[in-house]
Structures are given as C-alpha cells and as structure tokens.
C-alpha cells in the first residue's frame, strides 16, 4: 500500500530531528522567532537571550545581502539574445541591437510585475512584499542554514519555515523531492477539492480556529519524463496532481556538506563564540 504523504513527511521529518534542534538553537541565540521550539505558542514565552550582539550581525548581514543580491530599481537578472542570435555572422548588429533593447524593457516589466503582484486590485488587504519576503529569506539561511521559497503562478514569494519542510536529496546534492507540510482554512477551497478531500460541513462549521486542516505538497523530480511532478494531500486524498518542466520550489542552502540534506548556517559555523558571549554575558548579569 503506498504511503501517505502525511506518513512521508512524518518519517522524513523524525530522521531529521537532530539538525532540526541545531538551527532551534542557532535560532535561539540570535532571533527566537525564527525557529521555535516545538510546541511554541503565538503568545508564548521565547527563550532568553543575554547579548544582541549576534543578532545585530544577523541584520548587517541579511542587508547587505538584500542590497547587493537585489538593488532596488535595478533588475536583479539580465535577459539576453541567445548566443546562435548575438554571434551569428549573418544577423544584422541593428536587429541584434533592438533584441537587447527589448529585453531590457521586459526586464523592467517582469521587475514591475513581483513588485506589485501582493497588491491585489478591488481589495484592501496589503501582503508582504517580494523584497520583504527575500530579507526572510536570507534570514533563514543565515540563522538555521535553509530556506524553501516557492513562486507561485501569480508571481508572489512564500517563504517556508524549517520545520515546514522536509528535503531529500541524491549522492550529487540535487533535489530529489521536496514535502510541505501547512494549514489551511478548508472553507476557502473550491467545491471539487472539498469533495475529493471528503470534508464535510462538519468541518466547515466549526470556529476558525478549530476547522483549519493539513495540507501536504509534494515536489518530486520524475527522471522518465523530466519534469517536476506536484501533488497536494489533505485528510490522506490526493486533490491534486500537475507536472511542471521548471519546479515551482527553490531550495537555498548557506553550505551544504556533501552526504546532507540541509544546509548548515553561519550562525552555526560560528556557534561557539555567539554561546560563549551569551553564556559569558549572563554570568555577568548574575
């Protein structure tokens, strides 16, 4: 009998435990709100920090980054005439020229369209914006070592949190699949969904926040066909199966030893200096 996806992402996630608890404790010395602990409540306690010296790094750092990696005004990525067209002997230079001049203009256009695709028209809600999401991004990558981010067919950037996913990879470090784990409010599914996910108004009816369910997205390469197969599981029916040529799921690792899944992070390269300052400033306190 094939496994659940839930039952996939149960098993994957319980092998990772481990590294899981590093980054909750890189996460823990620098930005707690990053990577709680498990069983974390919204209006919970966070553990206590005694320096915000590494954290203040973490913000030079994430802006840094954010500023060389995506300028503000200025595309992050070029878009040029394919070299059989720019080198050729027989094109013109003139019409090469005019290529390059309307690629650039599309570079604008693209540019525009993740700027604003979290401004929805007819509404008053304003989401977080792509260079907002970016800097939680790298955020991510710094503290706890990955980030999973996922561009949507409207153009907007999610960005999940480590303990939202799991990765597996090959011998070669290529992604081989990866599994999201997320709630959802069911009643804002279409009716085939609801059908095939066989929830009923016993769900429905229920308070908000006792009628959220589990959603479970699997990205998984398919080497016969060359392409990146998506399916999406909620109460263990499959409501979902599509193929992409280019996957939809970016995973970021800061460094990737050979043989892992995850990415370890710069806090965690440099762990033992930011415990010793915090353990070393807490012993002053006291």
Known sequence: MKDSLESQFRRKDAERSEILD?????????????????GQTPNGK?????????????????????????????????????????????????????????????ELLMMSRLETADI???SNRRKTGFRSRKRTAITQI???????????????????????????????QN??????CE??????????LLEAADIGADILDKPYDEREVELYTRCIWNPISRTWVVEQEINKHIVNISEEPVSPFMATPYELAPGEDYGRGFVEANLGDVRSLNELNERLLD
Request: glycine share 4%; net charge positive; charged share 25%.
């Open 120 to 122: 929805k028209s007819g």
């Open 22 to 38: 590093r980054a909750r404790q890189c996460a823990a010395l620098t930005r707690p709100w990053i990577l709680p602990e498990v």
């Open 183 to 192: 709630k959802i409010d069911p009643t804002g599914l279409p009716q085939q």
């Open 46 to 106: 966070m553990p206590e920090v005694f320096t915000s010296l590494p954290s203040r790094g973490i913000a030079n750092l994430e802006g840094r980054l954010l500023t060389a990696l995506y300028p503000p005004g200025t595309p992050f990525f070029r878009l040029q005439p394919a070299s059989r067209i720019k080198y050729s002997p027989d094109v013109d230079a003139d019409k090469v020229r005019s290529f390059s001049n309307a690629l650039a203009i599309q």
């Open 175 to 180: 992604v081989k699949y990866h599994i999201i």
């Open 142 to 172: 710094l503290v706890t070592g990955d980030v999973l981010e996922q561009f949507t067919d409207d153009y907007q950037l999610r960005v999940f949190r480590r303990d939202q996913y799991v990765t597996c990879r090959d011998s070669s």
